[in-house]
């Protein structure tokens, strides 16, 4: 056992947990933050995809212990129900998703990529090309891209149009 | 998962003396190799001794012509290196083309040399490059490093502090990846070397993990070009077989990635 402290998602938390315990178990079992989905608990598919200082990781390929002493964030921590975030709101907006499993981690690796390449320095192949680690079963791809590319846009304050 | 104990070392003398205590012992880099190996219970570590924080292997330096680079540094950071990318920009491109964006946030440069894996891209471009790895007990060239599919010349407890890369006067790094994971179902790395001997490292086709093909570069050292290897092809009978495509497929794409090589670097 070891006790794991962290800030998720802003606030400082910890829990004893078993060595093994990954971190996307602390987050869900643990912490009882629930938006982080196990898509293949293979390390492929990115459902779990989370924050840590400020990078995307697979949070099934990590262990919570790991990642104390970080600053971890989940989808929980980027937006809320009354104030999404930019993302979200695109990914509402463009309808990018179809039974919205894959989401919350497609939606914590876009805004990885637009941290990385900067607001509006998005195009459809670079986004393709980024979205490598998630897999949407669905094959939803086209409006996921749509959301992104439009999120990303607009965070550069690039007037876009909706359609 | 079996249960295990985990150690965040402050050095690299604390991580020996952690890993010389337990019983079986594993370092853990980024744990995108080892940690879905112990999912799935094929590992099985007593302790795990974490190395990410250790200073000393953590980082990317510029020597007397060479570039190092600590083992604990990763994919991400290498792909994004303006030092890597100004004077060894193939080796860059390597790592910015390793799995996906997540996986390239938490996998080393360390922890992918000592896994060895026949499909693993670093193992092609220390060999092109004739690479020193530098571990907690003394320094290998790649030849001597990488024993076969899965191996190395590593010891049980032995850790791999850094790794040094000559820089080269041209050189560039093709991998045809498998769709789904992105390992290499064939990457080929030519180097045209400072006193003007030529390397060319293969992965993800042989059988016995990375290797070299002489013949291509004895052809490129008298004629740099993509021509040069277009006629030259490795043996079938050594190449890997699997679901993702057979030994003749493999040995196929060796020379198509080896003149594709050749091509990009100009
Ligand atoms: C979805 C996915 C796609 C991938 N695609 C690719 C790809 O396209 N190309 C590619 O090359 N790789 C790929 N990988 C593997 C990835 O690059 C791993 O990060 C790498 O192979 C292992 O590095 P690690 O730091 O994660 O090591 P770990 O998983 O922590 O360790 C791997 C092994 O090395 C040992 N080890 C770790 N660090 C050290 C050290 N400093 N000294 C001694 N021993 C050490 C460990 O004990 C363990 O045995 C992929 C992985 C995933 C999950």
Redesign the pocket.
């Known amino acids: 056992m070891s006790k794991v402290s962290m800030v998720l998602n802003g606030k400082t938390v910890s829990s004893d947990v078993e060595d093994r315990t990954l971190l996307v178990s602390f987050i869900r079992d643990v912490r009882g933050l629930t938006g982080t989905h196990v898509g293949c608990d293979t390390?492929?598919c990115g459902a779990c995809v989370v924050h840590v200082d400020g990078k995307a990781v697979?949070a099934c390929?990590m262990l919570a212990v790991q990642a104390s002493g970080s600053d971890v964030v989940t989808l929980e921590g980027i937006g809320s129900a009354t104030s999404l975030h930019p993302v979200q709101a695109a990914f509402r907006e463009h309808h990018g998703l179809q039974c919205g499993f894959c989401t919350p981690g497609m939606i914590m690796s876009a805004v990885d990529m637009i941290n990385r390449h900067g607001a509006g320095n998005l195009d459809e192949a670079t986004i393709r090309d980024e979205l490598e680690?998630n897999i949407c079963r669905c094959t939803g791809y086209h409006n996921i891209v749509k959301a992104i590319k439009a999120a990303s846009d607009q965070m550069a304050g690039m007037s876009q149009a909706a359609e | 998962m079996y249960e295990t104990t985990y150690h965040r070392a402050g050095s690299v003398a604390e991580a020996s003396d952690l890993m010389s205590k337990a019983d079986d012992g594993?370092?853990?880099?980024?744990?995108?190799?080892?940690?879905?190996t112990m999912k799935q219970r094929l590992?099985a570590p007593s302790d795990l001794v974490d190395?990410t924080k250790v200073a000393e292997?953590n980082g990317i330096s510029e020597g007397d012509g060479s570039v190092s680079i600590g083992?604990?540094t990763t994919?991400a950071e290498v792909a994004s290196s303006d030092l890597v990318k100004a004077k060894l920009a193939s080796l860059a491109g390597l790592a910015g083309?390793?799995?996906?964006p997540a996986?390239r946030h938490?996998?080393?440069i360390?922890?992918?040399v000592?896994?060895n894996?026949p499909?693993?891209?670093?193992p092609a471009a220390l060999v092109a490059l004739g690479a020193t790895v530098v571990?907690s007990k003394r320094s290998l060239s790649a030849g001597d490093f990488f024993t076969g599919m899965f191996d190395t010349a590593?010891d049980e407890d032995?850790?791999?502090?850094s790794v040094s890369f000559p820089l080269i006067e041209k050189g560039a790094y093709a991998k045809y990846?498998n769709p789904a994971?992105?390992?290499?179902m064939a990457g080929v790395y030519v180097a045209k070397h400072l006193d003007g001997s030529v390397r060319v490292a293969v992965t993800g086709a042989g059988q016995d993990g990375v290797f070299r093909v002489e013949g291509m570069e004895a052809a490129l050292a008298a004629n740099w070009s993509p021509d040069a290897v277009a006629n030259i092809t490795v043996d079938a009978n050594s190449m890997l077989h699997d679901i993702h495509g057979s030994a003749a497929y493999r040995a196929n794409l060796v020379t198509v990635m080896a003149k594709r090589a050749v091509k990009a670097a100009g």
Not at chain 2, 158 to 161: G, L, R, S
Not at chain 2, 181 to 184: D, L, M, T
Request: glycine share 18%; no cysteine.
């Open positions: 390390s492929q697979k390929t680690g | 594993k370092v853990l880099g980024g744990g995108q190799t080892l940690l879905p590992a190395v292997m083992a604990a994919h083309g390793i799995g996906d996986v938490m996998g080393t360390g922890g992918s000592a896994n894996d499909a693993a891209d670093y571990t590593l032995e850790i791999v502090v990846p994971s992105r390992y290499a």
